[in-house]
């Protein structure tokens, strides 16, 4: 009899203990929060680029406001065993990555300090911001800080991915330029992560994504900033114009002599009316780019559009969110490939151009498929500068530059996810295979280190498994440290780290 008291207790007391984090929430606290079918509920749902996050449910919104009431959620979550996600600018396409059907959904919008410190030359930015809101705050400040090349993604996951800038080859990683995490951990206690106070944690928070807390602020240093120039050139596919645009880009990467310059070459395909143009992002930190930086673009003169100008760097960031179409379903994936060496470059690059080109044809048939692939020079200075400035979970070394690969592919319903999920795998995959073929025929250098870009991994890639062994080791180490019980890893989605291969 007793004993069975005690199991009713017991059972009640789970009963309790697993009430929902909604729930707790609304009942104890005042912290922000919302239900489905409120208009702020819908309005965030609504501010995913992929619109397969959006689709997916959560139980409510919470926008906490302070570091502290990040904790009271973090404290709320460990009572119960919801499956939940963490969201900043919702940019990251994967599914449940910053996106939950029926658990809470922790929205950092409420989190959205801009705050220049010009003696110090920082600049605390909290996770709710997008990179426009942080260029638009230092805007005329005389500063600026190292983020996103398209204004509308969000500061957040960005940053936890490493981030590629337009003036990465000048400052290194977005990561690189953070000097503080402020970060909450699984047990609620809310810690101020620095290189001197947690060397190792903070090195696995540059670029370890969401495995180990909360970021609630990231203290960035402030670079000075005046005009810049920018803008893209637009052209129709020809082949004589694709040969010349992969000859570039080459060129460009090898020859990386000016650290103030930036591009992203992307290739698109609208495969249900055959519309193949190229469009190119420069950038270039100053308010001309001297002669020769460019050239081998520009001197590609058919053109349709041209929109580079000296413009602020707000200006420019916003610009560039013209890319950020919102209405369809994305993926992303990447693969990081050695640069080939002037000789092979034609033959190396064209073939990967014509893979993609090949695969993405495997797809026209899905409704409003639109096929992109970007080239992003990684070149060497990239790596000096970011083991000078402390390294990061990448680690890339300067022995070869290297050109991370993007490729989206975007459609118009999720009933086409699984076809296009294969198509995107064989993309990657078929350029992983590639690589291999001219390694070992000679034509691009063995034996190197390629690892994969975070910020555009597809979800199945292998991200920490393509890391040096001892920053794999490291976050492990960290992870044991700070998060035991694995709460992180076995509660919500994103890139985690496995136990063992
Ligand atoms: C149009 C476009 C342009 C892009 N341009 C660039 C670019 O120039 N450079 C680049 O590096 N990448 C770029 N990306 C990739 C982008 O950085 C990643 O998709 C990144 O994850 C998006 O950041 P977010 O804050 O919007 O992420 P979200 O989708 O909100 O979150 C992504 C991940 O980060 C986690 N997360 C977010 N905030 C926090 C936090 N405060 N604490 C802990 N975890 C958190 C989430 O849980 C999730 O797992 C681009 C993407 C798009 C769609």
Known sequence: MRRGLAVTVAALAAVAAAQSTC?????????????RFQIEY????????????????????????????????????????????????????????????GGPLISTKNLNQVVLDAVAETVRVGPGNRWDDVSAALDGSGYTVIGGRIGNVGVGGY?????????????????????????VLANASVVSVTESNHPDLFMAL????????????????????????????????????????????????ENYDDGKAGIIVTAERTLATLLDIWVIFLYYNGPEPPAGVFDK???????KINTCKTQSMNSLLSG?????????????????????????????MGKIFDHWVNVSNTAQLIPGLVASLAFQPLPKKLAQIAKAK????????????????????????????SQVDKTMRDTYSGFKTIVEDYQDGGLLPKDVYLPLFQNDCFYPQDYFGRLKPEKLALARRVQAEVDPNGFWKTRTGGFKIPSAY
């Open 23 to 35: 729930d707790i929430v609304e009942s104890q606290t005042s912290i922000e929060w919302y239900k």
């Open 42 to 101: 819908t309005s965030e749902q609504s501010e995913y680029w992929s619109t397969s996050c959006g689709d997916l449910k959560p139980s409510c919104i919470l926008m906490p406001k302070t570091t502290q009431e990040v904790a009271a959620v973090v404290s709320t979550l460990a009572t119960n065993n919801e499956s939940f996600a963490i969201k900043s600018g919702g940019h990251n396409p994967n599914n449940y990555f910053a996106s939950i059907d």
């Open 159 to 183: 940053m936890l991915g490493g981030g590629m800038s337009f003036m990465s080859t000048e400052y290194g990683w977005a990561a690189n330029s953070v000097l503080e995490f402020e970060l």
């Open 206 to 253: 540059k670029g370890g994504g969401n495995n180990f807390g909360i970021v609630t602020s990231y203290l960035l240093q402030a670079y000075p900033q005046g005009d810049v120039w920018g803008g893209n050139l637009i052209f129709d596919a020809t082949s004589e114009v694709s040969t010349a645009i992969l000859a570039a880009v080459r060129d460009f990467t």
């Open 297 to 303: 673009f520009l001197d590609i003169s058919d053109f």
């Open 320 to 348: 560039n969110n013209w890319a950020v179409l919102k209405g369809s379903v994305y993926t992303i994936g990447t693969e990081t490939i050695p640069l080939p060496s002037e000789a092979n470059g034609a033959e190396v």
């Open 390 to 417: 402390g390294g990061d979970m990448l680690d890339i070394n300067d022995d070869i530059d290297r050109i991370v690969l993007e490729l989206d592919y975007s459609f118009l319903s999720s009933l086409s996810y």
